[in-house]
């Protein structure tokens, strides 16, 4: 299956978004007036008349409903309502958390997560579901799933219609427990089923070696609160192992905490501005490296149409500060921030509440980084001979610079 567009297109579903965590709490009637819009000058969504007809669609359904399933809650009525409040914004980014999934969002940023595994993405000629690549000690990989095996069905559900994010939650679950996958493989699509045993996974996001001539390689794949520890270890490897130039691997990398990228701009960058924020009110806020550290050897940055968010943060200040040369294709462009508000119960909202502009000026909302070198990734070359074509061309700039 040729998925030349999509090298390096494994990512974790729910990481595309640039995302800062606030330590704010809402109580009691301040929690109603977020949630209603009662008391509130700025949001009066919900108010008196519409109350009234949500009223009435309750008692109507109430009344006529034939289908109505008595194991379903109260609790998980409310949170369905609470969930299209917020998909009302048609903000792909916007999301309520119930308890479950705030937890579970939390754990992922920590660097672990409880599932199977494995990377997903998606194919955006026909919309399905494949593995792209394997996590450390993946239980889908020792159960024999493969690369490029598409996803058909979840515990018997197919996955047809599904967001990948909602398909990613289904096979998530607790450590121990099973779930059953129905997978296509190869041009004939064969059928195969896998029962997979849940486990902890953690997440590595940084990785490195050594190539020639003094020439450093490192991959981030994601921006978790791991990253900067696993970072600067990487970093302190190549520097003992004599590491002159860098080659950063950025392709496909979704993003992910804005904080931790802010980090390990610091240790490049040197005196100068990361990145520069406004908020709904049009107020700035500038993110500036000291000049306490800075990595001062020749930089290659890789990127490609799935680098996105905080790694464009990342690459936008690099090139903006003419600290590296930006070598690939044009990265996704997502120019917005997203804030996690979590509430006294234990769920939380996380909504889109910065845009946020390059060093330089520039908001890349729907539009990305332009590479200084653009140059396509050869997947037949790939799928041949597994020559990465777009690292051949890092190698032979940086060797130059």
Do not use: C
């Not at 792209?132 to 219609?161: K, R, T, W, Y």
């Not at 997440?203 to 001539?213: A, E, L, T, W």
């Amino acid at each position: 299956m040729n998925r030349g567009k999509q090298f390096w297109a494994g990512v974790l579903a729910g990481l595309l978004a640039a995302t800062v965590m606030v330590g704010l709490t809402f109580f009691g009637s301040r929690l109603h007036m977020l949630i209603t819009g009662r008391g509130s000058s700025s949001s009066m969504l919900i108010d008196d008349k519409v109350q009234s007809k949500l009223d009435m669609i309750n008692s109507t359904i109430d009344k006529y409903y034939v289908e109505y399933d008595e194991n379903l809650s109260t609790t998980s009525r409310t949170e369905g309502m609470y969930k299209g409040l917020v998909d009302s914004l048609g903000d792909p980014y916007s999301e309520y958390y119930t308890y479950d999934e705030f937890n579970a969002a939390m754990e992922e940023d920590e660097g672990k997560f409880e599932g199977i595994g494995v990377e997903i993405a998606e194919d955006k000629e026909t919309g399905e579901f494949y593995v792209a690549g394997f996590l450390p000690n993946s239980a889908a990989q020792a159960e024999g799933m493969a690369i490029d095996d598409i996803f058909f069905a979840v515990d018997d559900d197919p996955v047809e219609d599904e967001t990948i994010n909602e398909m990613v939650k289904r096979i998530r679950g607790e450590e121990g427990t099973t779930v059953k996958l129905e997978m296509l493989r190869g041009e004939e699509r064969e059928h195969i089923t896998f029962n997979v045993i849940r486990a902890v996974v953690q997440v590595r996001s940084v990785s490195s070696n050594m190539m020639d001539d003094g020439i450093g390689y490192m991959h981030i794949s994601s921006f978790d609160q791991v990253t900067y520890e696993q970072f600067m270890n990487e970093l302190e490897d190549l520097q003992s192992g004599g590491m002159k130039k860098l080659i950063l691997d950025l392709r496909s990398n979704p993003g992910g905490d804005v904080d931790v990228t802010l980090k390990i701009a610091d240790e490049i960058l040197g005196d100068a501005r990361i990145v520069y924020t406004k908020d709904k009110e049009g107020r700035e806020k500038d993110y500036d490296s000291d000049d306490k550290k800075k990595l001062d050897i020749p930089i290659v940055v890789l990127v490609n149409g799935y680098s996105a968010s905080a790694s464009e943060i990342l690459t936008g200040a690099l090139k903006d500060n003419h600290v590296a040369k930006v070598v690939g294709t044009t990265t996704f462009g997502k120019g917005i921030m997203q804030t996690i508000l979590p509430f006294t119960d234990g769920t939380a909202i996380k909504l889109t509440s910065h845009r946020y502009y390059t060093p330089s000026g520039v908001n890349i909302q729907g539009v990305g980084i332009e590479p200084d070198v653009e140059i396509e990734f050869d997947s037949e070359a790939y799928d041949k001979t597994g020559e990465d074509n777009q690292l051949k061309e890092a190698e032979k700039i940086i060797r130059g610079m």
